[in-house]
């Protein structure tokens, strides 16, 4: 018969949802959210993509900012901003911790951005994949309706092993 292969590891805490008003997991990893784990496993240089999807709920474009950290995210990296909580820690709130980082930007409010794309959808090819094992989890900020309207994405924890 078939056999089913369980894996065990690091899962991302409830806040992993995101708050977005209609459940929408915007951000994806080879075009899933991660669920239910909130995690993607890929091995060492697997080629893999990252994506932020238009939001359900915009009346125009889909700004966005997709955060990151070296790690995973515990309790300690919590982060309680005005539009609700982060599983991690937004690199522009503590740009001094070297294992913070914005990974796109699609309104320049991070000069130290990996990268400034348009409005969403937005997808980034790591055609070569990651070289080495590694744990980066991932969240976003959809911005709509001029900024009027901020949520907070869903979180995956990458899982490079």
């Known amino acids: 018969g078939a056999a089913t292969r369980l894996t065990m590891g690091p899962v991302l805490s409830p806040l992993a949802s995101g708050n977005h008003p209609t459940g929408a997991q915007l951000l994806r990893i080879n075009g899933a959210p991660g ?12 080629p893999f993509s990252i994506s932020f999807d238009v939001d359900p709920v915009a009346t125009g474009t889909t700004d966005f900012l ?83 309207t901020l949520s907070i994405s869903n979180a995956i924890l990458l899982n490079v092993r």
Request: charged content about 5%; glycine content about 8%; overall charge neutral.
């Open 66 to 148: 997709i955060f990151g950290m070296i790690g995973v995210p515990t309790t300690a990296t919590v982060y309680n901003s005005f539009i609700g909580n982060f599983v991690l820690i937004p690199r522009p709130a503590s740009p001094g911790l070297p294992w913070l980082f914005t990974l796109a930007d699609s309104l320049a409010f991070d000069p130290a951005a990996l990268f400034n794309p348009t409005p969403a959808p937005f997808s980034l090819l790591v055609p070569q994949g990651l070289f080495l094992p590694i744990h980066l989890a991932l969240q976003g900020v959809s911005v709509i309706n001029a900024g009027s």
């Open 35 to 46: 669920l239910p784990a909130r995690r993607i496993d890929l091995t060492v240089n697997q």
